[in-house]
């Protein structure tokens, strides 16, 4: 089992920064990806940034050159870094991780996980 705990929403202006913070607990040694979902009021949840324990990182187009996603493997922590913020960026985020439960012939079984969801409010 793994717990996700984020920390760091809050209201902005717009053109302002924030830093969400997810700290992983329990089997951290299964955890192989993790990342930050959004899901604004009335829309679908979408894919915001990811990273995996090999180093590779995705970012959704909408957020490329403004948020950096990075991790801190001595504290099992993934950090998100929004800059130039708009308010379309409002929106509850929300960590997930993806730990591996078996790999039987090059495919990955695995489990996914998610943090309880904070609210980013971006707005004058």
């Known amino acids: 089992q793994v717990q996700l705990v984020e920390s760091g929403g809050g209201l902005v202006q717009p053109g302002g920064s924030l830093r969400l913070s997810c700290a992983a607990s329990g089997s951290t040694s299964s955890i192989y990806a993790m990342g930050w979902y959004r899901q604004a009021p009335g829309k679908q949840r979408e894919l915001v940034a990811g990273?995996?324990?090999?180093?590779?990182?995705d970012y959704a187009e909408s957020v490329k050159g403004r948020f950096t996603i990075s991790g801190d493997n001595t504290k099992n922590t993934v950090y998100l870094q929004m800059n130039s913020l708009k308010p379309e960026d409002t929106a509850i985020y929300y960590c997930y991780a993806n730990a591996t439960i078996v790999v039987i012939k090059n495919t990955r079984l695995y489990r996914e996980y998610w943090g309880q969801g904070t609210q980013v409010t971006v707005s004058s």
């Open positions: 990273t995996t324990s090999g180093g590779s990182t």
